[in-house]
């Protein structure tokens, strides 16, 4: 029977991709007891990395790269991890989760399909430093993943097809001729299997994580219309619709501070050096603290209270608890946080004064929420 062949894809910007289709068949014809597939994974964190403080989100994120072989895989320029100890050529190369990941189904249309990535854990995997420095403490995989920190991770799939597997044992002399660990013959290149984004229901238990991974259509699924009537705002602070600048002032207050960790009291509440930043009390209430350094460089948690203390110093009290406390020293970025409350009624007559969107950030013309809405009532 004659085999259809793939049309050739042409990218608006790099031009045609070669199409490889002719050479995989040929290739599965000629050597089908002797191929050699590995799963090439490339996990890009939305919670770790080096933090763009004018944009307010991850300019160099952490970006992990595992194979589900036992040795590494140099492809595409980039390094893959194995599971295996190697390590003759690289010496220093951090050795990859072992691996195991359900079969996928494909079927025409939108339907959301999900990915889930068995990973063993044996106590001594670990994260790249986060803000690149080899002295910063690093976080276990299983810690992390409890932590919440690949929560809304991308994970993008590919399969890898080889002549065949490496010749054992992986000593440097019968990799010599492949430039660093792994298979030296690449021309079939990898087939593009999956592209999703982590959920965060993810699980983690001694010995093993699982990683549930669901595939990028499922961010058709907003809720429509998106803009309803309500008395708050409806722009998210700092974006296109509410115009303000990270880094604007109002009334002689930034909106910002940049600074240092002076300690950590808890997971939820962190005090900052005397004198420390200039806002009032209360100014960075539902505000971000962005740490810019250290073993959670990247990380972003929302404040719930700002207290600036003359005396005692500085206190920020943290919504949710971090994965693990800061180091004295740790850079930090503070950013004012807004209530979405751009008018406020006076029951008494009925009379409308400014609220926090024109008072705090004097923005009060896009405030985009509608005041005399009616609270939320019950019926009895």
Not at 12 to 38: I, S
Not at 60 to 68: E, K
Not at 340 to 352: C, H, L, M, Q, S
Request: net charge negative.
């Amino acid at each position: 029977m004659k085999r259809a062949t793939n049309a050739t894809y042409v990218d608006p910007v790099t031009g045609p991709a070669p199409d490889r289709t002719d050479a995989h068949l040929a290739f599965m014809d000629r050597h089908r007891d002797q191929a050699a597939f590995v799963d090439l994974y490339t996990v890009t964190l939305a919670t770790l990395g080096v933090p763009d403080l004018s944009t307010g989100k991850l300019a160099s994120p952490m970006t992990l790269r595992w194979a589900d072989a036992l040795y590494d895989v140099v492809f595409e320029g980039q390094f893959y991890a194995g599971g295996g100890v190697g390590g003759l050529v690289r010496p220093d190369r951090m050795v990859g989760p072992r691996l195991v990941r359900k079969g996928l189904s494909a079927k025409a249309g939108t339907e959301v399909v999900e990915l889930e990535i068995d990973i063993a854990l044996d106590g001594t995997d670990q994260l790249p430093p986060a803000d690149g420095d080899p002295a910063t403490p690093r976080f276990g995989l299983g810690e992390a993943i409890l932590g919440g920190l690949f929560d809304g991770a991308r994970v993008e799939l590919r399969r890898l097809v080889l002549p065949g597997h490496p010749t054992y044992p992986l000593w440097a002399q019968s990799l010599a001729d492949r430039g660093d660990l792994g298979p030296g013959d690449l021309s079939l290149g990898a087939v593009h299997m999956f592209l999703g984004r982590v959920t965060g229901d993810s699980e983690v238990s001694r010995s093993h994580a699982v990683l549930r991974v669901k595939s990028i259509p499922e961010a058709l699924g907003l809720q429509m219309p998106w803009r309803i009537y309500q008395p708050g705002c409806l722009w998210t602070l700092y974006d296109k619709g509410c115009g303000l600048s990270r880094t604007g002032s109002f009334a002689g207050q930034s909106f910002q501070f940049i600074g240092t960790i002076d300690m950590a009291l808890d997971e939820t509440r962190l005090r900052l050096p005397f004198p420390g930043p200039p806002q009032p009390t209360g100014f960075f209430d539902f505000g971000t603290v962005t740490f810019t350094s250290g073993v959670l460089s990247g990380f972003t948690a929302t404040i719930s209270k700002w207290t600036n203390g003359a005396i005692f110093g500085n206190e920020l009290e943290l919504l949710l608890r971090l994965p693990r406390l800061p180091a004295p020293g740790d850079g930090v970025c503070l950013q004012a946080g807004c209530d979405k409350v751009g008018y406020v009624i006076d029951p008494a007559d009925g009379t409308v004064v400014d609220g926090t969107c024109q008072v705090k950030f004097g923005n009060g013309l896009r405030f985009s929420g509608q005041a005399h809405v009616p609270i939320p009532t019950t019926a009895y």
